[in-house]
């Protein structure tokens, strides 16, 4: 079956613009992650959602950054009057059961996010 | 705040030689832990975890909570091995619940 899709895989900015970028999760998958990964680090916690309901988005780095699952389903993850250290790969995982410490989380092939 | 390092960003070994990557972590508690690979073009998957005391690809990690250490350990390596591998930690609790906290990452490569 289809994994989890993220678009665009690739954009490219101008700083000051605002971008937002989607995620579908596997079909059925009750939650949803977001990371960011900057170039050479890891993979850095942004948000998740249990259906529709953001359940901790204390990772996002400050008020620009937002995300809706409005369905239950499509995740988007929106960066408003971008910036250059905004600049990363933008993960999406999702997971079959609610979110939880043993729950195997499904990544997207991620979109890589340049503002220039 | 919980924390996991990788010392290696860098590991060569190989082929049929044996290969360690460390990690270690710091949280108050007992957390779930995870190794994550990704192979060149591909998506970040998971290899293994704690809690299913499984070998996947012939990989092992044992969880040594006196050293606090999730090594990931191979006796026989691979070039098909060659990947980006991820130390992960997951609370079980409290505000680290559920979300993964990954540490640098460690690019392995396997020589013929």
């Known amino acids: 079956g289809a994994g989890v899709s993220q678009s665009p895989r690739y954009k490219v900015t101008k700083r000051g613009q605002d971008v937002a970028l989607r995620c579908d999760p596997i079909?059925?998958?009750?939650?949803l992650y977001w990371y960011r990964q900057a170039l050479g680090q890891g993979p850095e916690f942004l948000t998740y959602f249990n259906y529709e309901a953001q359940q901790d988005k204390s990772g996002l780095p400050n008020d620009r950054f937002s995300a809706e699952r409005p369905e239950g389903s499509i995740s988007t993850l929106t960066i408003q009057r971008t910036e250059q250290r905004d600049s990363a790969m933008y993960r999406c995982?999702?997971?079959?059961?609610?979110?939880?410490?043993?729950?195997?989380?499904?990544f997207g092939p991620g979109t890589r996010l340049t503002v220039l | 705040a919980q924390r996991v390092t990788q010392p290696e960003k860098l590991l060569s070994v190989f082929k049929g030689a044996p290969v360690e990557l460390k990690c270690n972590y710091s949280y108050s508690g007992s957390p779930e832990l995870f190794w994550y690979v990704q192979y060149s073009r591909q998506r970040l998957q998971l290899l293994l975890r704690h809690i299913s005391r499984e070998s996947i690809k012939g990989f092992t990690a044992d969880l040594n909570k006196g050293e606090t250490s999730f090594h990931l350990k191979k006796p026989f390596a691979q070039e098909e091995d060659s990947a980006m591998y991820y130390c992960?930690?997951?609370?079980?609790?409290?505000?680290?619940?559920?979300?993964?906290?990954f540490g640098q990452g460690t690019i392995l490569t396997v020589h013929p």
């Open positions: 079909s059925g998958h009750v939650s």
């Open positions: 992960a930690l997951s609370g079980i609790s409290g505000t680290s619940y559920g979300k993964l906290t």
């Open positions: 995982a999702s997971s079959l059961e609610l979110a939880g410490p043993g729950d195997t989380q499904y």
